[in-house]
């Protein structure tokens, strides 16, 4: 399958397509052309006392800065066409044949020429990728490195994309997707992962990456591990309405629950999964997230004062045990 | 099936030879038939291939399996057993291990009972609603099923029809993914070798896709979704296994069908169906763009066999325009 990295030539008119997709969409007042780039920077993250090394998008290409986990968020409307252009300048890497990395837009749907993967002809030496984000499309996706997944995602390349419905001026719409009913007066991105320190420092083909040992849980890269402490916070008004992007780049499985601060489960509406809405909106509650999903979820908080926990318990894959430390929380005040 | 923009064919020549082929397949039946499968329980291996790109990787794991061929190595998974909706299916199981061993059919059959070593055993049912069933060995905890005693059982709509139950979504094609793990070291080495396995520890390091792992999937053409643009394939989906398995295709969405047996009201577009331990699914892939891409599973260690890079469960899409 390497072989076929011949087909990189393929796709040297690639930037030349793109450049067409904006001319297209240019007409109409609506849609919007994103051009963003990304480099791969080493940070160092300390986790319940621990160093740990990652390897992190971001924007901040001009030096050797440290890399952020989960990457920087893309956000575009319905319509819009994104250029997402990896720079791999500088980048820590491993060696071959795992070099180099490669950005995969998952969930978009995209081309083969823009999917990312070496395997199918992807290069990875860095490219522009290149889509255009058809209605009926809002809702929550990934971007992340396609190199030797089982290290690179670990070392923590990955961030979410947010598709986002909009008006006819082409303003973004407080809204989940365009139905009315799907309206949010706050939103957070929930992206849950998951760390086994082996996988950091194995490289290569190594029987490291045949068992996974997670030791840190994280929300949108952080430890919660207390109500107390929590990884995400939320201040909001009474009686408001709150979207949640619970967004999968774990390797278990994992449960997301919704409690008050007597850890009575709250109930809340599933609106789309995977980046499309469900055929009727589904009220749970609680729902288990497996690597690569992604629900959108909206719930509405109560009109006298309090705090509730959205909450990830991280299970074994074998006995759903929710391992030592394996729950994280969130925290909204109201 | 012609390329669409070949410049030599003859239209009424074309027509004629299709209303030729037309007249040659038989008329669709809804008679209900009897269908008898012989299976033999016997032990074997799984042969895994070294990665291509690294060369890393190549094992053979000790396995049981059951096996359409009388005195044959058991396979992993068994043979793919198919009926029509009502038909009158008989499995004639013949244990040719040394242990006891059984036959369920989940969702269809209900005697858990041993075949003792040497014995014979038959199984007669109705052929159920048009879906996927799998089945496997239930003895011994899970040790049995996880040596290789699993298989696909299909359900075809009783009329015949490309369609994924009566009336219901049509494909063009169908392909069947049996996803399964084996913990080389601590169950299959030891069980294969006559010990006791310490079930209260399971750590899988191969992770297979059809019995294969995944440089083979990938390249296995009943294993792999192959048409063109407009085709729609039917994914007939079971794990064997004892760990989820979250599924991601690139390229399209897929619809979801049919969980468990239950038919879905309306179908959910999704890119990552997540198949519990001896849970079944039906999806529908749309080829609507050309290309090849992966379907890989998006869970870390189950992309690799005992971590070589690709050779945990994967499976290739390969879309013609
Ligand atoms: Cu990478
Ligand atoms: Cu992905």
């Not at chain 1, 011949?6 to 240019?26: H, Q, S, T, Y």
């Not at chain 2, 012609?2 to 008679?31: G, H, M």
């Not at chain 2, 749309?286 to 992309?303: C, D, R, S």
Request: with cysteine; aromatic share 10%; net charge neutral.
């Amino acid at each position: 399958m390497r072989a076929t990295l011949k087909k990189r030539v393929l796709f040297l008119g690639l930037p030349a397509a793109a450049a067409l997709a904006g001319l297209v969409f240019a007409g109409r007042a609506e849609a919007a052309t994103i051009n963003k780039t990304v480099c791969v920077r080493n940070v160092t993250k300390t986790l319940s006392g621990t160093n740990v090394n990652f390897w992190g998008f971001t924007e901040g290409c001009m030096g050797m800065g440290a890399g952020l986990v989960p990457g920087p968020v893309v956000e575009m409307g319905e319509g819009d066409t994104l250029n997402l252009t990896l720079n791999v300048m500088m980048a820590p890497e491993e060696a071959a044949p795992y070099n180099g990395h490669t950005i995969h837009l998952h969930g978009l749907d995209v081309p083969q020429a823009e999917d990312g993967v070496p395997e199918t002809g992807a290069s990875v030496s860095g490219d522009t990728y290149t889509f255009t984000a058809k209605p009926g499309w809002a809702g929550s996706y990934i971007y992340h490195c396609h190199v030797h997944t089982v290290k690179h995602l670990e070392m923590g390349m990955y961030a979410s994309l947010i598709i986002r419905p909009k008006d006819a001026n082409g303003n973004f719409l407080k809204q989940i997707t365009s139905t009315a009913a799907t309206a949010y007066d706050y939103v957070q991105n929930y992206l849950i992962s998951t760390v086994d320190p082996g996988y950091h420092t194995a490289t290569g083909d190594s029987t490291v990456f045949a068992d996974y040992n997670p030791l840190y849980f994280l929300i949108e890269g952080k430890e919660g591990k207390s109500k107390t402490a929590p990884a995400v916070t939320l201040a909001a008004a009474t009686g408001k309405k709150v979207a949640l992007r619970l967004i999968g780049l774990h390797s278990v499985n994992a449960r997301f629950t919704l409690r008050d601060s007597n850890g009575s489960a709250k109930s809340f509406t599933i609106h789309t999964r995977d980046g499309r809405s469900l055929p009727a909106p589904e009220t749970v509650s609680s729902v288990s997230i497996s690597p690569g999903q992604r629900y959108d979820i909206l719930f509405t908080l109560p009109s006298t004062s309090g705090t509730w926990y959205p909450q990830v318990e991280f299970q074994d894959l074998w006995n759903g045990n929710t391992y030592t430390g394996g729950t994280v929380y969130g925290k909204i005040t109201f | 099936m012609f390329p669409p923009n070949a410049p030599t064919i003859d239209r009424t020549l074309f027509v004629r030879f299709v209303l030729l082929l037309l007249l040659l397949v038989p008329p669709l039946s809804s008679e209900a038939a009897s269908k008898n499968y012989s299976l033999y329980i016997a032990t074997g291996s799984v042969t895994i291939t070294a990665s291509p790109v690294t060369g890393n990787g190549a094992a053979t794991i000790p396995s049981w399996g059951y096996t359409d061929v009388a005195g044959g190595p058991g396979k992993v998974p068994g043979p793919i057993l198919t009926a029509r909706e009502g038909d009158a299916v008989s499995v004639t199981v013949v244990n040719n291990d040394s242990r006891s061993h059984n036959f369920v059919v989940k969702r269809v059959t209900t005697d858990t009972s041993a075949i003792p070593a040497g014995g014979t055993k038959t199984y007669t049912f109705t052929a159920p609603a048009a879906g996927a069933y799998v089945y496997y060995d239930s003895l011994a905890g899970n040790v049995n099923r996880e040596m290789g005693l699993y298989g696909i059982f299909i359900v075809e709509p009783a009329d015949g029809s490309l369609s994924a139950w009566a009336g219901g979504p049509a494909y063009t094609s169908a392909v069947s993914w049996v996803v399964s793990e084996m913990d080389k070291p601590r169950w299959n080495d030891v069980a294969s070798s006559g010990g006791t396995v310490n079930t209260s520890v399971y750590k899988p390091n191969y992770f297979l896709m059809n019995g294969m792992n995944g440089f083979q999937a990938m390249g296995d053409a009943n294993t792999s979704i192959m048409g063109r643009v407009g085709d729609v394939a039917l994914v007939r989906l079971v794990n064997a296994g004892q760990y989820s398995h979250s599924l991601h295709f690139h390229g399209n969405h897929y619809r979801l069908i049919d969980e468990d047996g239950v038919r879905l009201a309306s179908f959910k577009e999704l890119d990552i169906v997540n198949v519990p331990p001896l849970g079944t699914v039906m999806v529908l892939f749309e080829l609507n763009q050309p290309g090849v891409y992966p379907m890989h599973i998006h869970t870390a260690q189950m992309e690799t066999g005992n971590g070589v890079y690709l050779n945990g469960v994967a499976a290739m899409i390969a879309i013609e325009p």
